[in-house]
């Protein structure tokens, strides 16, 4: 909702996963409760991307540190 009140669409999982693949991501993080959801996202789509799965923001930071 925004503060005028109106209501905003929100994206499902495979939305934004596809979404991410269609404007040239490479690699993904992806919660650990939503790797369950990585089965609904298309073939093509799945083969476009690496999911980098994360327990929480901490470990999304040493990932990103070890990136480096």
């Given at each position: ?13 495979v ?7 269609e ?7 992806v919660p650990?409760?939503?790797m ?16 980098i ?13 070890l990136?480096?």
């Amino acid at each position: 909702m925004t503060i005028t009140g109106s209501l905003k669409t929100t994206l499902s999982f495979v939305d934004r996963v596809t979404m991410l693949a269609e404007n040239g991501a490479k690699s993904i993080t992806v919660p650990l409760e939503q790797m369950a959801n990585l089965v609904s996202v298309s073939m093509a789509t799945i083969s476009k991307i690496n999911p980098i799965p994360i327990a929480g923001p901490e470990d999304a930071f040493m990932r990103s540190r070890l990136e480096d």
